[in-house]
């Protein structure tokens, strides 16, 4: 192949690339962005629910604005998984170090993903700690951190969290456990459930164990720590 031939497929090749990675940027603006408004028909993690144990079976879901979800649901939330929400960007450096500290000293390699990345993973992706998967949580975290609120994040959040098997969002898990709507939960039962969020396969709302009501307990707390007004600061 001539100097000159090479040179022209080398700028194909570049311009190719170029393109494609202009169309994926593109591509992933449109499945972020329209979302800020729209209330979500489902999440990534919800139909995968319906195949799982090689069956299919539906899943519960009922999506609820912001407002008609009670302060405490929100503010347990956040004391539960991600008490930096209001002021980090998508990324808690802190609760990193923290954690891979921890796991050096010999303790267990906990999880320090905040909830945009939570929403992120919902919403798009799937299970599993492979390299590729970690980018696509990245990106996406990114994207919603710069096109959404950290309100409208939070409010996502609180809709696609599963608290059960194949049961998601704060609206169906309240109708199921307190048989009232999630505008009406009060602190106790939204620690509760909060209390569940690590875990939602193994931990229980209905017949808690000695951990789930001891993780409640420490919600609670942390819930007066913080106050109702720091939701203010979303």
Known sequence: MSRKRHKFWLRWLLSQAAKFAIALFLLS???VLPWRWLPLPTSSFMLQSVFQDGQIQLYDYRWRP???IAPDMALAAIAAEDQRFPSHHGFDIDALKQAIEDSQQGGDLRGAS???QQVAKNLYLWSGRSLGRKVLEAWFTVLLELL???QR???VYLNVAQFGDRLFGVEAASQRFFAKPASQLVSEEAALLAAVLPGP???QVEQPSA???QHQDWI???MQQLGINYLNRL
Do not use: P
């Open 201 to 203: 396969e193994i931990y």
């Open 153 to 155: 994040i939070l409010e």
């Open 114 to 116: 905040t909830i945009s």
């Open 211 to 213: 951990i789930v009501l």
């Open 66 to 68: 912001y407002r008609e």
């Open 220 to 222: 609670l707390q942390q």
């Open 148 to 150: 959404w609120s950290k």
């Open 29 to 31: 603006i449109l499945l």
